[in-house]
């Protein structure tokens, strides 16, 4: 079955829930409602034979509303539908940012839901153990979020030890003085961050 | 003193005595759980990967991976700069293999943008591809042959890997760091000499597969630390979505070059060794033969080389040739505004697996136009595979998990990202 197919054969079992598909230099997503996820990535695995969890990742489209979006590559291994793809994505909104876990379909899910939460702070309802992965616990950001500076944000170091010490060329002659801490708030980063270019807001003219 | 603290019996007797008591107690083991903490710097985590273990006794029975100790927002760090601006970052993912890290990086966004590099730039990444592997490859067999007690192959592994480190300096300038690839195609062709020099690499290294072949396939020390050590089963590799050796070590039969081919490699002549049981003898067996048919390639590679361009035509897309930018006004111009600006990329989504020593490595960039990504998702196939631990670890000695790292052979460069 191609990846059109298999969309149509979702848009029947879930009527009204599954958007259209859209093709993009040969990969076929679609977009489904997120009460769904989790039903449909079971009739994906179970009845369609996409057994095979690629990745999870999630775009913060700040601005949009809804807000985040979380995108799930499905591909089959084996089975009825051998190397077929299929990305699966869906919305959610910014006041309640969470999305049922798929961890009771795919056990590989477990981790790429905790980097998700870690980084974008999108929340998986029924997830078993829902903590943060990269950064460590307590760290109090989200870094991916696009309102996140690139720079940073200053934050407590876990523990006690390796960083809470002045390091020994402080002071020093190489040593530039501390700049003052951005906060949330301020100037979006690609104003703030020399690196950044105007080519990345197509909607400000260069 | 704690109230838990169980005085250590001090002879066979008063051993006996309290095994006798915590028997009749139903407790089933004497004394408490251990805690142990095994990492981030220990030699058999290659890397800084942090394991919590719970053990009974010697047993492994709760098994706890802390990740993420050489994060370094990767991702982050993609969305504010150019799509050729990100290339040295990627050397720094798979730090094993710069080179094949570079390619899949390079490919995925062409994918974005469209473009297929010609045929003769497509064979020098197949060649940078099959380097990369048999390099990555001899360090992880020689990293496990160590940690289960047979030191001379990591030294051994270490004079291949050299001469390929002099190959790659050859062809990029660098040894290590080697940011090869641009978006559409190459930093430069393959020098004079190059492919004579591989050749005579390839020639002689099927000797030392033979040679690696004799020192472990059949060491009684090394089979016992392995076989029947860390079975992963066939549902299991699917369901955690294992990529690279580790899955077909368990038998499945995926591997990206073959199940959906890029660059050349649907032309070339090789085989995917799958495993029968899935231990960590199975997941080393798979990477052994895999160096015989990565030297297959290479030799295919090597004598089918087109004449030809390496990069992409486009005028507007690639960084034109240093001789013309510095003579003629076009060149120029599209060299300025390629530097300053960037590719300018549709509006889309892509997803890129490429298969890479470790696994599939992928990239999932989704673009709004313009000079940079919107959102850069490195799917790392280190940071999938490690998840499978806490399944894996349970029931297995603490000396079998030293094996079970090591045949899972990751990089934490790349996982943590």
Same mark, same amino acid.
């Given at each position: 079955m191609a990846a059109p197919d298999l969309i149509a054969s979702l848009q029947r079992q879930f009527p009204g829930k599954v958007g259209q598909g859209r093709e993009f230099r040969d990969e076929w997503s679609v977009e489904v409602d997120r009460e769904i996820i989790r039903a449909a990535a079971a009739y994906l695995k179970e009845d369609l034979g996409l057994n095979f969890l690629l990745d999870i990742s999630s775009v913060d489209h700040m601005g949009d509303e809804p807000r985040y979006e979380v995108v799930y590559e499905f591909a089959g291994l084996g089975g009825p539908n051998d190397q077929q793809h299929l990305r699966v994505k869906t919305r959610v909104s910014e006041d309640d940012a969470s999305v049922d876990s798929i961890v009771s379909v795919f056990q590989g899910a477990d981790w790429h839901e905790r980097e998700v939460f870690d980084m974008m702070g999108i929340t998986f309802n029924g997830h078993p153990d829902l903590r943060r992965i990269l950064m460590w616990e307590g760290y109090p950001y989200h870094p991916l979020k696009k309102d996140f500076p690139l720079e940073g944000l200053p934050s407590d170091m876990p523990g006690e030890g390796g960083f809470s010490r002045v390091s !020994?060329?402080? *002071? *020093? !002659?190489?040593v530039a003085p501390p700049a003052p801490p951005p906060k949330i708030g301020d100037a979006p980063t690609t104003v703030r961050e020399p690196r950044a270019h105007p080519a990345a807001h197509p909607e400000k003219p260069v | 003193m704690p109230e838990t603290f169980v005085e250590f019996p001090d002879s066979m007797e008063s051993a006996a005595l309290h095994a006798a008591e915590a028997d009749s107690a139903g407790k089933g083991h004497l004394g408490q759980n251990l805690i142990l903490n095994m990492g981030?710097? =220990?030699?058999?985590? =290659? @890397? %800084?990967l942090r394991i919590m273990l719970e053990l009974d006794g010697e047993i492994v029975i709760r098994a706890l991976p802390d990740v993420g100790y050489l994060h370094r927002g990767d991702e982050k760090i993609a969305e504010n700069m150019t799509y050729n601006q990100f290339v040295p970052y990627t050397d720094r993912l798979d730090y094993l293999a710069p080179l094949a890290n570079n390619v899949a990086y390079a490919l995925a966004v062409e994918k974005l943008m469209g473009w297929t590099v010609p045929p003769r730039g497509q064979v020098i990444r197949v060649i940078c591809c099959e380097l990369a592997r048999i390099s990555a490859h001899l360090l992880g067999m020689g990293a496990l042959a160590m940690d289960t007690g047979a030191m001379t192959v990591f030294l051994y592994i270490f004079t291949e890997r050299e001469k390929i480190y002099n190959l790659i300096e050859l062809l990029t300038g660098a040894r290590f760091t080697t940011s090869y690839t641009r978006i559409g195609g190459q930093i430069r062709d393959l020098p004079p000499g190059f492919v004579e020099q591989a050749k005579e690499f390839v020639e002689q290294f099927k000797g030392k597969i033979d040679e690696l072949d004799t020192l472990l396939t059949r060491n009684k020390i090394f089979v016992d630390r392995n076989k029947g050590i860390g079975i992963i089963s066939r549902e299991d590799a699917i369901d955690f979505g294992l990529t690279g050796p580790d899955l077909r070590g368990s038998? %499945?039969?995926?591997?990206v070059r073959k199940a959906r081919p890029y660059l050349t490699y649907s032309e070339y002549d090789f085989d995917i060794p799958l495993g029968s049981v899935g231990d960590c003898y199975d997941r080393y067996l798979c990477r052994l033969e895999e160096l015989r048919q990565s030297v297959r390639i290479l030799e295919q590679a090597l004598n089918r080389l087109p004449d030809g361009p390496i990069n992409v035509g486009d005028g507007k897309g690639f960084l034109p040739h240093k001789d013309k930018v510095l003579t003629k006004m076009e060149e120029l111009i599209h060299q300025f505004i390629l530097v300053t600006e960037g590719i300018q990329a549709p509006v889309g989504e892509v997803y890129f697996g490429a298969e890479n020593p470790k696994g599939e490595l992928g990239f999932y960039i989704q673009s709004k @136009? #313009? #000079?940079?990504?919107?959102r850069l998702k490195i799917r790392a196939p280190s940071f999938v595979n490690l998840s499978i631990l806490t399944k894996l670890l349970p029931g297995h000695m603490m000396s079998d998990v030293v094996a079970i790292l090591g045949s899972l052979d990751f990089v934490m460069g790349e996982c943590d990202r």
């Open positions: !020994p060329m402080e *002071g *020093g !002659p190489f | 981030p710097s =220990h030699p058999s985590t =290659h @890397g %800084v038998g %499945v039969d995926y591997d @136009g #313009g #000079g940079v990504p919107y």
